[in-house]
């Protein structure tokens, strides 16, 4: 069973920092794409960033291009999304997501596996 642990949101100040990190068990694929997706109240979700497990391709959203970097470890089956120069826009439930195939399918719902969710709050 493919699992998705999110941790890492919380409250910070606008300008400031946070990584928030996603544990992925229960994966048997050779090809997928990981990353994560954001819902803001009364907004659609959104595909912040995703990394491929095939060849470290990644994908960032016009918004969070250069302030936010999303990373592998995979020895420990984690994925990191390090969220600097944070603004109250960014302010939203961030939703670990993973799909199988190359990172072009993880862009075009539905996508296979949820984390949880986590909250980041950047207050102004």
């Known amino acids: 069973e493919v699992q998705l642990v999110e941790s890492g949101g919380g409250l910070v100040q606008a300008g400031g920092s946070l990584r928030l990190s996603c544990a992925a068990s229960?994966?048997?694929?050779?090809?997928?794409?990981i990353g994560w997706f954001r819902q803001a109240p009364g907004k659609e979700r959104e595909g912040v960033s995703c990394?491929?497990?095939?060849?470290?391709?990644?994908y960032y959203a016009d918004s969070v291009k250069g302030r936010f970097t999303i990373s592998s470890d995979n020895a420990k089956n984690t994925v990191y999304l390090q969220m600097n120069s944070l603004k109250p826009e960014d302010t939203a439930v961030y939703y670990c997501?993973?799909?199988?195939?190359?990172?072009?399918?993880?862009?075009?719902?539905?996508?296979?596996?949820w984390g949880q969710g986590t909250q980041v709050t950047v207050s102004s």
């Open positions: 990394i491929s497990s095939s060849d470290g391709s990644t």
């Open positions: 997501a993973a799909e199988v195939g190359p990172l072009g399918s993880w862009l075009v719902p539905p996508v296979d596996y």
């Open positions: 229960g994966f048997t694929f050779d090809d997928y794409a």
